[in-house]
T-cell receptor
Framework: ETGVTQTPRHLVMGMTNKKSLKCEQH?????MYWYKQSAKKPLELMFVYNFKEQTENNSVPSRFSPECPNSSHLFLHLHTLQPEDSALYLC???????????FGPGTRLTVL | KQEVTQIPAALSVPEGENLVLNCSFTDSAIYNLQWFRQDPGKGLTSLLLIQSSQREQTSGRLNASLDKSSGRSTLYIAASQPGDSATYLCAPHSGGYQKVTFGIGTKLQVIP
C-alpha cells in the first residue's frame, strides 16, 4: 500500500464545492490511472496517463478534470459534483500501460 | 466491449477448505489477466498476473489458471484461512483497448 498513496482518504463536499484528489506513486512507474468504484458495480476506468500524457478518457463528465504534472503525481479536480458521484476513487500505477497495476487505498468521496 | 463475469458472487466456507473462484470474459484477445483482492473500503492488492501466453501462475496457496480461447480463468485457494476473507476481483487486460476491465468480484468469507 505504501507504493501508491492517496489523499485525502475521506472527503465530504457539497455540490457547489471545488476539491482535488491527489495520488502519488513511489514505484518509478510511467502509467497512472483513475478508477471509480460505486456500490455493487465493477470498477470503472476513468482516465489513463502514460508518460504524463492522457491516453484514455472513458467518457467521463467534464466535472471531473484530471491533471498529471509528472509521472509520479496524478490529481483529480472536482467541481459541481452530483450526489451520484459519491464513490470510492482509486488511483493505480503500472510500469507501462500493459503491466500489472498497483493500487492506492482510495478516497471515499461523499457528495451532499 | 469486454465484459467480465465472476461466479459465485459470494461464498462462505469453513476454514481449511480448498476453493475455486471462477471468472469469464467475452473478448479472448487479452494481453494478460490479473487477480486482485480487496478488503472492505480499501484499495486493491495484486495477487497474480498471468500473461496471455501462460496457462497458470502460482503464489503460495494461490494458483490461477487461464484458458484464453474459452475466455475463462480460475483462482484456486488452498487450505483457506480467515485472513483470506475479502472480495476477489478478476481483471483481463484487453490489448486492443489498452485498458483493464473488472468484474464485480466474488465476496469470500472463511469461517474459523
Amino acid at each position: 500500500e505504501t507504493g501508491v498513496t492517496q489523499t485525502p482518504r475521506h472527503l465530504v463536499m457539497g455540490m457547489t464545492n471545488k476539491k482535488s484528489l491527489k495520488c502519488e506513486q513511489h514505484l518509478g512507474h510511467n502509467a497512472m490511472y483513475w478508477y471509480k468504484q460505486s456500490a455493487k458495480k465493477p470498477l470503472e476506468l476513468m482516465f489513463v496517463y502514460n508518460f504524463k500524457e492522457q491516453t484514455e478518457n472513458n467518457s467521463v463528465p467534464s466535472r471531473f478534470s484530471p491533471e498529471c504534472p509528472n509521472s509520479s503525481h496524478l490529481f483529480l479536480h472536482l467541481h459541481t459534483l452530483q450526489p451520484e458521484d459519491s464513490a470510492l476513487y482509486l488511483c493505480a500505477s503500472s510500469q507501462d500501460v500493459g503491466g500489472p497495476q498497483y493500487f492506492g487505498p482510495g478516497t471515499r468521496l461523499t457528495v451532499l | 466491449k469486454q465484459e467480465v463475469t465472476q461466479i459465485p458472487a459470494a461464498l462462505s466456507v469453513p476454514e481449511g477448505e480448498n476453493l475455486v473462484l471462477n471468472c469469464s470474459f467475452t473478448d479472448s484477445a487479452i494481453y494478460n489477466l490479473q487477480w486482485f483482492r480487496q478488503d472492505p473500503g480499501k484499495g486493491l492488492t495484486s495477487l497474480l498476473l498471468i500473461q496471455s501466453s501462460q496457462r497458470e501462475q502460482t503464489s503460495g496457496r494461490l494458483n490461477a489458471s487461464l484458458d484464453k480461447s474459452s475466455g475463462r480463468s480460475t483462482l484456486y485457494i488452498a487450505a483457506s484461512q480467515p485472513g483470506d476473507s475479502a472480495t476477489y476481483l478478476c481483471a483481463p487486460h484487453s490489448g486492443g483497448y489498452q485498458k483493464v476491465t473488472f468484474g464485480i468480484g466474488t465476496k469470500l468469507q472463511v469461517i474459523p
